[in-house]
């Protein structure tokens, strides 16, 4: 990203009891009284973690009575503390969400509210692609704040000192890359793990490539993913795996730690790493002059596969958004309104955190590589949600395990799609 989608991705010891202080009061009953909304978010880095917390208390100040309590957690924190309250029927006020298949399960449970009448006088000044994940059989049930592709990272000077010239547009030119890269002495990828999602990528986006845009979608839809097209994007991931690219100890690795995958790139210890728009900020805020590659840094789609049903152009990635709980005070929502308007968007793409959703706010883009990713979003002829949010949770959870299971070495290509096809039945 998990930004993060994966900044995506640590606050313990505090109770889930202590974390929902106010989700279920009787602010709502009284609009005009005093409110408190209770808000979760994964931005617990710099620079959207003080950006969020300035905008939260300028909105305390023009509603005078109104008290935003947040609570920043770190992204697998933070999915397994909502887990938990969701499990309790206690969703917190104002939370992060991704869309897809997690959104759907809680709105089959009645966790959420649905926001499309509220939003009506507003939701046209977003990116329509962006709010699709948030969207359940035509009812918005969540408000995206950016919206983004995965790719790769690159460390320039490492490429050049490793000879290579141009980024390769191909799965044979990536593999090439890879070895040139090795061979110099040079970890070509950072890769956390131990936190499965980031190796998930690799495997989505060449099922894409194999079997073109739609692929992973069927698949879900019929329940099967033991097809040739998906044996074959395991077959050409294991080709990578194989070459042994990624860093000492990357099966431990987090991402977003002082040792973890983003920390590793940025402090020049591998030449790329494959992940969402927000890799620069969370790269810097784990560098030690807060200032991260800057020029040195440079981003590249996904290769093609040669044969291929699918194009360089189909992206895979999604956006970053927040949910409002069932029990919310009626401010809530007027509160994620304010943080979607078009000055605390320029704010928030200012930092090169974020991609704005909102399309006045996108000419505030400043970063030549969040420009690169914006372009490319603007000319997608094709887009999957993360698997892991795409899918129901527990089939998301398989895509991940299996993936990891294949990197590992565990397992073969073939029979990580007959796991991830056994989980898919039982949905």
Partial sequence: MRLSRRSLMGLAGASAGALLLGACSDDAADPDGAQTVNWWHIQNTEPMLSVWAAMAR????A?????VEIQPLENEAFKAKLTTATQAGSPPDLFQSWGGGVLRQQVEAGLVKDLTADVQPW???????SVEPFTIDGKIYGIPFDVGMVGFWYNKDLFTRAGVAAVPTTWTEFLAAVSRIKAAGITPIALAGKEKWPAHFYWSYLAMRIGGPTALQQA?????FDTPDLVAAGTRFKELVDLAPFQKD?????YSSPDGQAATMVNGGAAMELMGQWAPSVQAS??????GLGDKLGFFPFPAVDGGKGKVSDVFGGGNGFAVGRDAPSATVDFLRALLEAGNQRKSAATGAVLPTVRDAVDAIA????????ASLAAATGFQLYLDQAYPPALGQQVNDSVAELVAGSKTP?????????VAKNQ
């Fill in 58 to 61: 300028e909105y305390e100040a």
């Fill in 63 to 67: 509603r005078g009575n109104l008290k």
């Fill in 123 to 129: 939701i046209g000044n977003l990116l329509p692609v």
């Fill in 220 to 224: 879900g839809t019929d329940a099967n």
């Fill in 250 to 254: 990357f099966l431990g690795a987090d």
């Fill in 286 to 291: 784990l560098s030690a002059d807060k200032k």
């Fill in 367 to 374: 970063d030549p590589n969040g420009k690169a990713v914006a």
């Fill in 414 to 422: 073939e029979q990580v799609v007959k796991d991830i096809t056994t």
